[in-house]
């Protein structure tokens, strides 16, 4: 886990939960961002990705890791007695969602990214997972997601990148998959265990990764006082990795400085530099 902290008087702190195969180092723009919008961030790598592990990286034993990895980040944002917000994207929507239906966490709002509630009905995934649960009865046997890394987002410079990026995974295990699809399931079942909480959820019509009908699902499950829902139609799964990242922060960063108006800390208007 790691920490950023912005080096103007602190607003609030945000908690960022990153997604399926990749790790807290391509958020370095994002996080930025947030520091110079006066947020403090704490981010790490959830378990079997990015730095967490050389042995048993793309495989988990159980959903609880996610659970309790990403309570430990929002305990230690806790100690800064700021606003806490929790920013989820693509799996780390799924953890933050499945975490809220089961734990009674004081959060200032919980805003989720391209949330994976469900995969793209894809052959191709569904035939190497397949094949993975048929030649092997070992619960860490790995396969190929199969998921093109065009899928995530537009810009060919991101592309460029994670296809030279040592820390993206290639291959998670069957147990891995096994345990979020039970999780997606369990997740959109329990949507009424919520507590209200703002929140914000962002997704896009041409998601190739994410299943857009069961986002669409959730936003209309849930039971919030307060829900902003925006579809940014064009882009890909990586919203904020796309041409048009600076309108997604600006988006996200607004709906923070709104709460922030509403419980009465007064914010200064975003800037993208």
């Given at each position: 886990?790691?920490?950023w ?18 790790h ?7 996080i ?12 790490g ?7 967490t ?39 780390g ?6 975490l ?7 959060l ?35 396969f ?5 890394l065009e899928?995530?987002s537009?810009?060919k410079?991101i ?9 993206m ?7 891995w ?17 919520i507590?209200?909480?703002p ?8 998601d ?8 669409k ?56 530099e």
């Amino acid at each position: 886990m790691w920490k950023w902290e912005t080096e103007k008087a602190p607003k609030g702190i945000v908690v960022i939960v990153h997604n399926i195969l990749e790790h807290h180092g391509r958020y370095a723009w994002f996080i930025t961002h947030l520091r110079r919008d006066g947020y403090h961030v704490i981010m790490g790598d959830l378990p079997g990705q990015g730095q967490t592990s050389r042995v048993n990286r793309g495989h988990i034993e159980n959903f609880d890791e996610y659970r309790e990895k990403v309570l430990e980040w929002i305990e230690v944002a806790e100690e800064y007695h700021l606003p806490v917000f929790l920013l989820g994207v693509g799996l780390g929507g799924l953890i933050a969602v499945n975490l809220l239906e089961k734990v009674n966490i004081k959060l200032e709002a919980v805003m989720l990214i391209s949330p994976l509630f469900g995969f793209q009905n894809t052959v191709t995934t569904r035939k190497n997972f397949l094949a993975s649960s048929l030649s092997s009865i070992s619960k860490d046997a790995k396969f190929d997601m199969n998921i093109p890394l065009e899928d995530f987002s537009r810009d060919k410079e991101i592309i460029a990148e994670m296809k030279s990026d040592p820390l993206m995974l290639q291959k998670v295990s069957f147990n891995w998959y096994k345990s979020i699809i039970e999780s997606m399931k369990e997740t959109m079942e329990n949507i009424h265990k919520i507590n209200d909480i703002p929140v914000l959820i962002m997704y896009s019509e041409q998601d190739r990764i994410a299943d857009v009908d069961q986002i669409k699902l959730f936003s209309q499950e849930i039971k919030s006082s307060e829900i902003y829902i925006k579809n940014w139609r064009t882009l890909f799964h990586e919203l904020h990795n796309e041409p048009e990242k600076d309108n997604v922060l600006y988006y996200i960063e607004s709906f923070m400085n709104n709460r922030m108006n509403y419980i009465g800390l007064i914010t200064e208007e975003v800037g993208i530099e």
